[in-house]
């Protein structure tokens, strides 16, 4: 069993920077992917970014290039790179680990981006 905890999340101005972080209680050394999805309000949860335990990485198309996946699998964090940000990537935040056949959703963190 890991729980995982976000933080990191606030309120930031377009164009402005976050990084959010993601402690996992145990070690994600062998989880296989590691990701975040984000949830705006009237919407779906959708796939932000995600990490292979090998470091491959996936990104939605609307945030390559500005946002950074990565993940500690010493310290057993997972992080968030958020750059260039614009007011649709308002949303809570869920840090997200499958396991196969488990899967582990944190709390959320909410990012509002707004002048």
């Known amino acids: 069993q890991v729980q995982l905890v976000e933080s990191g999340g606030g309120l930031v101005q377009p164009g402005e920077s976050l990084r959010l972080s993601c402690a996992a209680s145990?070690?994600?050394?062998?989880?296989?992917?590691m990701g975040w999805y984000h949830q705006a309000p009237g919407n779906e949860r959708e796939l932000v970014a995600s990490?292979?335990?090998?470091?491959?990485?996936k990104y939605a198309d609307s945030v390559k290039g500005r946002f950074t996946i990565s993940r500690d699998n010493v310290k057993n964090m997972q992080y968030l790179q958020m750059n260039s940000m614009s007011p649709e990537d308002t949303a809570d935040y869920y840090c997200?680990?499958?396991?196969?056949?488990?899967?582990?959703w944190g709390q959320g963190t909410r990012v509002t981006v707004s002048s």
């Open positions: 997200y680990a499958h396991d196969p056949p488990l899967e582990y």
């Open positions: 145990g070690s994600i050394e062998h989880i296989y992917v």
């Open positions: 990490i292979t335990y090998t470091g491959g990485t």
